[in-house]
């Protein structure tokens, strides 16, 4: 079993940044594919990002503002998200798979329980 705790949303402004972190349990956290999704009212969770061993994968809404990066001795996985849009304001959520490297959440095995980032205009 693998426990996922996010960390970092907040409010910010448009432009603005912010770090998402991903504290997970597990002894075979390398193994994992780990990924970031979000989701809003009324719309299906989105996929945002995801990492592996090293290779990334990103939605083309964030390519280029938001850099996923995980540290496999602390069990953590990071979201640097900068040039904050207010589209972007939604629940995120941090997710492991063992299954896949890819961009569908039916892949994933895991979930935590999502952090809240609002962007103001």
């Known amino acids: 079993q693998v426990q996922l705790v996010e960390s970092g949303g907040g409010l910010v402004q448009a432009g603005g940044s912010l770090r998402l972190s991903c504290a997970a349990s597990g002894r075979t956290f390398s193994r994992y594919t780990m990924g970031w999704f979000r989701q809003v009212p009324g719309k299906e969770r989105e996929f945002v990002s995801a990492?592996?061993?090293?290779?990334?994968k990103y939605a083309d809404s964030v390519k280029g503002r938001f850099t996923i990066s995980r540290d496999n001795p602390k069990n953590m996985v990071y979201l640097q998200m900068n040039s904050l849009k207010p589209e972007d304001t939604a629940v995120y959520y941090c997710?492991?798979?063992?299954?896949?490297?890819?961009?569908?959440?039916?892949?994933?095995?895991?979930w935590g329980q999502g952090t809240q980032v609002t962007v103001s205009s």
């Open positions: 997710a492991a798979s063992q299954r896949a490297f890819g961009s569908n959440s039916g892949a994933f095995d895991y």
């Open positions: 990492i592996n061993w090293g290779a990334t």
